[in-house]
């Protein structure tokens, strides 16, 4: 927000710098972003000093020797000078030592040309009153000499642009940023004179022209004010408003509409004028828009409503969306000449819904949906209705309206001194502490046991607690004043949670594989959602008010976005190929989107530039194994799970080449293999691409069983293969597991120590829709050699149950 400093000084002594007061305005919670300085900066040692004489300088035909009168208190200097535009008895701007002017360019005695000077008249350029630097500024009235120049040339301003936070919508105003400053220097806050508006018995009569107001929408708006002015003279404003508006960003457009923007500007309360003329019946009537209704709002757009948005209308249409904008249909005209001017409260939510709704963001709904005082709105209408009656005339009538009635928004806060200072860990008296809350427009009483109850003012809304409270003591009691001390605390050994431990395992682990981490954005396309995932996915995630156009959706998976940082690699030919990252993705899982922690990781095969030796790649079961080691460090052993091919819907990833976890009762789901080949080509990444992906919901997250030590045979093994036929379909770890749990059982005494797959044959001797699996199993014991006899009878029991058990059968 824009603040005027010029402004300010209407409502509070400030005789401080620019740079003071963004000092303080910085210790009081409001970052200064920047600050512009337009005419004239505050300039110190700067004054009005007469040309008493000039001689010439004894060495140098272009430089002049002055005796220049700078005023009783700082008497006569003398001055080298180089400039020929002036005379005797002119009066110039002198900067005297210790003055710095704009650019930093600091002013000390000095001699030139071997002749001591003690200052420096200046152009108007020097003090930052003009481009002119072609010779003395001579100042016009003859000001009086020892005159500070900014008490002369007072055409300068300082604009300070402010970060006011969304819960101090009071300060969305000049008067409330001149309130903070005049607690911070102790100094009395001036509100403007609103004793000029007539009083009710000498208004004017105003039959005709407006005739009554009803809030339909109550629940939304719980008070609306309606003042009539007849007979008003529409256009430009005087200077000093025109000047007002344009030193904060505002274009002047004429006298009645300016003073509804300066108003609110000045105390924070937006407010809107309607041509008397164009309100159809002369009634208004605050009320949900229709379903589709449509209007033109000020700014030219046609804007189709909801019947969830609020509207100021006649007996015919929306005249106003209520606290966004006005429409072209009631605006006030060069040739308006009686007016209806609103100011209401509006409840906050609805008007940021609205606004965000119709991508309609305002000046009048930033204040309304951060929440406007609702005991300020009769002395704002008072104060707006002074200013158009001295810019543009009129009689303000005896008919307006007032529908509705003020919110509860005061509040009292109990605390006691000893809290404040328990809380604060330093000494601040009771009277330090009475002064901040009452510098800040506070009222205290103080009750049994030294209690406090602080009466809180209506547009201090977010003060309720007694810790807010505590932060304004601090505040205005100075956080640069708090003294310094040590810290003790005690402190306790922890563990970090679950979810971090996984993230760091993972990371390490891959890290240690040679990927390279990567960040991607949380917010993705709805075109890349759609196109990696489904129509379907993009519309449980689309946002309701994305803040651009790319980031219009949650994402659903994290390899689109690595997949864009390999692009950027290999485009920009940086070697590195191997990608994985951490975060938060958003999945449904038992028919509810959920959020879940992911770890995902890709690899280029076939893209890694040129080498002098053929490199092998890395394949589908390097990156199962991967995802399995992953999936450990949440606690769980995939080799307990079933796999099954990724659905042919499912566009991420190429058919026939990539398989899936799939368990929503145990909280997580994990997909491996080769990613989509033409979806690869399609975003011009050369190679194959490996990918894996694990995710988890964080509640289910258990902590790996730690591994304990087993006793390990120092005896040889002993091993017998076995040759099965099973379906075409049946995946070799289905396989694999049952044999193993058949083994187990036959194995009397002795360990089943591994059974792996090491021959897959389809052809002649197998029948079409079967297919030949080989696994070799290893027993061991680990007390003593095995005999052949005692492996031969555990071999001739696993044969029996495949034959008896089992859907396989044992080729010959």
């Not at 158009?388 to 509040?411: D, H, R, Y």
Request: with cysteine; charged share 25%; aromatic share 8%.
């Amino acid at each position: 927000m824009k603040v005027s400093l010029k402004w300010l000084k209407r409502y509070v002594d400030l005789d401080e710098s620019p740079k003071e007061l963004a000092a303080s305005l910085t210790l009081l919670g409001f970052e200064v972003d920047d600050m512009e300085t337009t005419g004239v900066p505050p300039l110190e040692n700067v004054v009005v000093g007469e040309v008493l004489q000039r001689d010439q300088h004894p060495d140098a035909d272009k430089l002049g020797v002055c005796r220049v009168d700078c005023g009783s208190e700082i008497g006569e200097k003398s001055i080298v000078c180089g400039a020929s535009n002036y005379k005797v008895g002119d009066r110039v701007p002198v900067a005297l030592p210790g003055a710095e002017l704009p650019g930093g360019f600091k002013i000390k005695k000095s001699k030139l040309r071997g002749v001591p000077s003690d200052g420096m008249m200046c152009s108007g350029k020097e003090i930052g009153a003009g481009d002119d630097h072609a010779g003395l500024l001579i100042l016009d009235k003859a000001p009086a000499t020892g005159t500070p120049i900014n008490q002369v040339l007072t055409d300068s301003d300082t604009v300070f642009n402010l970060e006011v936070t969304p819960n101090r919508p009071d300060c969305l105003s000049h008067i409330g940023i001149a309130r903070e400053l005049a607690a911070w220097y102790r100094r009395d806050v001036r509100y403007p004179d609103v004793n000029d508006v007539p009083a009710e018995s000498n208004r004017a009569k105003g039959e005709g022209i407006f005739d009554s107001v009803t809030v339909e929408a109550s629940e939304d708006c719980p008070l609306y004010i309606a003042s009539v002015i007849k007979g008003v003279k529409v256009g430009p404003s005087p200077q000093w408003l025109k000047e007002s508006l344009s030193a904060i960003g505002l274009r002047p457009i004429n006298n009645v509409v300016d003073v509804t923007n300066f108003v609110m500007h000045e105390c924070g309360n937006p407010m809107h004028a309607f041509d008397a003329r164009d309100i159809a019946g002369g009634k208004i009537c605050v009320r949900n828009a229709g379903e589709g209704e449509v209007m033109t709002t000020l700014d030219g757009e046609e804007r189709k409503l909801s019947n969830r948005m609020v509207v100021i209308a006649d007996d015919d249409k929306a005249l106003a969306v209520a606290g966004v904008m006005g429409g072209q249909n009631s605006e006030v005209k060069d040739d308006t000449t009686d007016l209806v001017l609103e100011v209401a409260y509006f409840k906050p939510s609805t008007i940021r819904w609205v606004s965000k709704k119709l991508g309609l963001s305002t000046d009048s709904s930033y204040r309304f949906e951060r929440g406007v005082d609702p005991l300020s709105l009769r002395y704002a209408t008072e104060r707006a209705v002074s200013l158009i009656l001295e810019t543009a005339g009129g009689a303000l009538c005896s008919n307006g309206m007032t529908a509705g009635k003020e919110p509860v928004s005061q509040t009292d806060v109990e605390i006691t001194p000893d809290w404040i200072r328990k809380k604060s860990g330093f000494e601040i008296t009771d009277a330090e502490i009475r002064e901040a809350l009452e510098l800040l427009d506070m009222s205290i009483s103080v009750g049994n046991d030294d209690v406090w109850t602080v009466s809180i003012p209506s547009y201090r809304g977010d003060l309720y607690r007694p810790v807010d409270l505590l932060e304004e003591v601090l505040r205005i009691f100075g956080t640069d004043k708090i003294p310094g001390g040590q810290v003790r605390a005690t402190t306790t050994t922890a563990s970090d949670s679950p979810i971090t431990e996984f993230v760091r395992k993972s990371s390490a682990f891959l890290v240690g594989q040679n990927f390279s981490e990567s960040v991607t954005y949380t917010l993705r396309s709805a075109e890349e959602q759609t196109l990696w995932a489904s129509h379907v996915s993009a519309d449980e995630l689309a946002l309701l008010n994305p803040i651009s156009e790319d980031q219009t959706q949650l994402r659903h998976s994290l390899l689109p976005g690595m997949l864009e940082v390999l692009h950027l690699n290999q485009s920009r030919k940086t070697g590195a190929y191997r990608f994985f990252e951490t975060g938060r993705i958003f999945q449904e899982l038992n028919g509810k989107i959920v959020e879940m922690v992911a770890v995902a990781f890709l690899e280029c095969n076939g893209a890694t530039g040129r080498t002098w030796k053929e490199k092998g790649y890395d394949d589908f079961y390097t990156a199962k194994q991967r995802v399995k080691t992953i999936a450990s460090y949440a606690g769980i052993d995939l080799s307990k799970f079933k796999t099954r091919p990724v659905e042919e819907n499912v566009s991420a990833w190429q058919e026939g080449h990539s398989s899936a976890y799939e368990e929503p009762k145990a909280g997580f789901f994990a997909r491996m293999g080769l990613m989509n080949l033409s979806r690869i080509k399609e975003m011009d990444i050369q190679g194959e691409v490996l990918a894996g992906i694990f995710c988890y919901l964080p509640e289910r997250l258990r902590e790996p069983k730690r591994i304990k030590f087993k006793p390990f045979s120092l005896f040889p093994a002993s091993s017998r293969d076995l040759a099965l036929v099973v379906d075409k379909n049946e995946q070799a770890e289905e396989v694999v597991r049952a044999i193993g749990k058949i083994a187990t059982k036959a194995s009397k005494g002795f360990d089943v120590e591994n059974v792996s797959v090491f021959d897959v044959y389809e052809g002649v001797g197998v029948p079409g829709d079967k297919k030949s699996i080989a696994v070799s199993m290893t027993f061991r014991a680990l007390d003593r050699t095995l005999k052949d006899k005692e492996v031969n009878s555990a071999f001739d029991e696993i044969q029996k149950q495949v034959r008896e058990k089992s859907p396989y059968g044992i080729r010959d």
